[in-house]
C-alpha cells in the first residue's frame, strides 16, 4: 500500500535492526485519513470472504480493526491484556509474549462476544514473531470460530511470525512487508 509505506518512510523511526517507531500515525496519535485508507484495504484484500466479526488486541490494533469494521460493517471485538483471570469465567483467554516489551501478557475476551457461528478476520498494527496473533488464533479457536485469515498493517518479513503463520495454511495479508531495518534504513519487500 503507497500511502502507507510512504507515511513510514517519511515518519517511522528506526530503534534498532528489529523495532520501527511509528508512534506519530499507528501507535500513539492516530492519522485517521491513513487509517480509513487501510480499512478500504482490507476490506478489498477479502472481499471475496463473508466477516462477521473483526478480532483485535489492545491497543494498537484498534484503529485499524474498527476502520475496517466502518468499512464492511461489521462489529470489533479487541482482546485484553489482563493481569488477573480470576474476575470472571465468563472468557476465552490465552498468552501472548510482547515482542516490544519482553513480557507476557494473559489475553482475554469476553464469551459474549464470539462464538461458534462467526467467521472471524483478526487484525493487528505489527506481526513480528507472531505471538500476538497466534494468541487472538488460539481464542478463536476456543470460541469455536472459523478464521478466515489475518490482515496486519505493517509485517516485519525478516522476523519468523509471518511464515510461521503461512506455513500453517493461514491466510495472511499485510499492507507493507519490511525486509530490513539494517542501518537505521527502512526497505520493504516489492
Ligand atoms: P509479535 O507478537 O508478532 O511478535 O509482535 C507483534 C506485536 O508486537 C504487535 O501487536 C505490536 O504491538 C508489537 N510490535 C512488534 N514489533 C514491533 C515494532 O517494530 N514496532 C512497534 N511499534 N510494535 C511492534
Redesign the pocket.
Known amino acids: 500500500m503507497k500511502l502507507l509505506k510512504e507515511q513510514i518512510i517519511k515518519e517511522g523511526k528506526v530503534?534498532s535492526d528489529?523495532?520501527?517507531?511509528?508512534?506519530s500515525f499507528?501507535?500513539h496519535q492516530i492519522d485517521p485519513l491513513l487509517m480509513k485508507e487501510i480499512g478500504e484495504e482490507f476490506a478489498n484484500r477479502f472481499t471475496d470472504e463473508v466477516i462477521t466479526k473483526i478480532l483485535t488486541?489492545e491497543s494498537?490494533?484498534i484503529a485499524p480493526a474498527t476502520m475496517l469494521g466502518l468499512t464492511i460493517g461489521a462489529p470489533v471485538v479487541f482482546a485484553r491484556k489482563r493481569k488477573s483471570l480470576t474476575l470472571s469465567e465468563n472468557l476465552f483467554s490465552s498468552k501472548?509474549?510482547?515482542?516490544?516489551?519482553n513480557e507476557t501478557n494473559d489475553i482475554s475476551v469476553s464469551k459474549d462476544f464470539l462464538s461458534a457461528n462467526d467467521n472471524v478476520l483478526i487484525i493487528?498494527?505489527?506481526?513480528?514473531?507472531?505471538?500476538?496473533?497466534?494468541?487472538l488464533l488460539e481464542i478463536a479457536e476456543q470460541a469455536g470460530a472459523t478464521v478466515i485469515g489475518v490482515g496486519i498493517v505493517?509485517e516485519?518479513g525478516f522476523?519468523k511470525?509471518g511464515q510461521l503463520l503461512r506455513e500453517q495454511g493461514v491466510r495472511v495479508e499485510s499492507l507493507a512487508n519490511i525486509k530490513s531495518?539494517e542501518n537505521g534504513k527502512v526497505e520493504f519487500y516489492d
Open positions: 530503534l528489529t523495532v520501527l517507531k511509528v508512534d499507528l501507535n488486541i494498537s490494533g501472548v509474549h510482547s515482542f516490544t516489551k493487528d498494527d505489527f506481526l513480528a514473531n507472531g505471538e500476538a496473533v497466534k494468541g505493517i516485519k522476523q511470525g531495518l
